[in-house]
């Protein structure tokens, strides 16, 4: 039976990317208040913001830089002071930038450590700021946004796949240290056509989509129907990693 999202309230950073607007989305239309974390496109989240379905109180696009821990901590406040309360955190901003794997001086140490503080210490950064919120919450939920790049260890860069590697591994490290106040669990996305996978050369993603057996590749919607299914119907789920990737490590 679902579980009716009503009055909820999410924070989703890198909500105005690709993959976080349809959760956005989503969550708006199963009737989550959306608060959209930005970074640098804030005016894409306020656009987003301002359109989204109205679930009660209006949504908000605010700056959620994660690897500024102090900027995070007023966020919560913020988000306290107008809405009371978080349920939802989805940590859905990342980065990233092609490097081949044999290319080991091509990824250098900045941008190997920018990867890994957006990627794994950002989610942690997040939850860690908005943990007291979503404890209050009784039905605390972090869903993080991760890639099935992380068991693969094929994707954009060797930093990159470490990264998810790293996230899916902390969420099972938090998903016991927080219980039963907060759940956490992983989403885990195949290739998603993104405006961004979309610009990329056609022969390439028709061989990636070639490669899955459900010949094709994810739509983001099909990663926000995962998010939104993990808060209303997947009650009994935490600590676990969740595919949406039309089975792509079977071939
Ligand atoms: N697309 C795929 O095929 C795919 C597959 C598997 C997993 N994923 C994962 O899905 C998530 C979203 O990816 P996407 O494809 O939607 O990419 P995207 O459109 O590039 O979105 C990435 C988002 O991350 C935000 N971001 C980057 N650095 C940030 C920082 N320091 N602080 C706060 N926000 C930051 C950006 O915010 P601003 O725009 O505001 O700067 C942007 O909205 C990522 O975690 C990615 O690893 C994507």
């Not at 913001?49 to 913020?78: K, M, Q, W």
Request: charged share 20%; glycine share 10%.
């Amino acid at each position: 039976m679902a579980v009716s999202l009503q009055n909820r309230v999410a924070l989703v950073t890198g909500g105005a990317g690709g993959i976080g607007a349809a959760i956005c989305q989503g969550l708006a239309a199963a009737g989550v208040t959306v608060v959209v974390g930005y970074h640098s496109s804030r005016e894409p989240a306020e656009r987003l913001a301002a359109g989204l379905p109205l679930a009660g109180r209006p949504h908000a696009a605010l700056a959620a830089p994660v690897t500024d821990s102090a900027a995070l901590a007023a966020l919560a406040e913020e988000i306290e002071g107008r809405y009371g309360r978080c349920d939802i955190l989805v940590n859905c901003a990342g980065t990233t930038r092609f490097v081949p794997h044999e290319d080991l001086d091509g990824l250098d140490d900045g941008l190997f450590e920018q990867i890994l503080a957006t990627n794994v210490r950002g989610p942690f950064a997040t939850l860690r700021a908005l943990r007291q919120l979503l404890e209050r919450s009784g039905a605390g939920l972090v869903v993080n946004i991760s890639s099935i790049a992380a068991v693969s260890a094929m994707g954009s860069n060797v930093a990159y796949c470490a990264s998810k590697a790293a996230l899916d591994n902390m969420t099972k490290s938090l998903a016991r240290a927080l219980a039963p106040a907060i759940r956490v669990v992983s989403v885990s996305p195949g290739l998603a056509d993104t405006d961004f996978v979309k610009k990329m050369d056609r022969s390439w993603r028709d061989e990636q989509a070639g490669r899955t057996p459900l010949q094709r590749l994810a739509e983001p919607h099909e990663v926000a129907d995962a998010v939104v299914a993990l808060a209303s119907h997947l009650t009994f789920t935490t600590g676990a990693v969740i595919p949406v990737d039309g089975g792509r490590p079977l071939s």
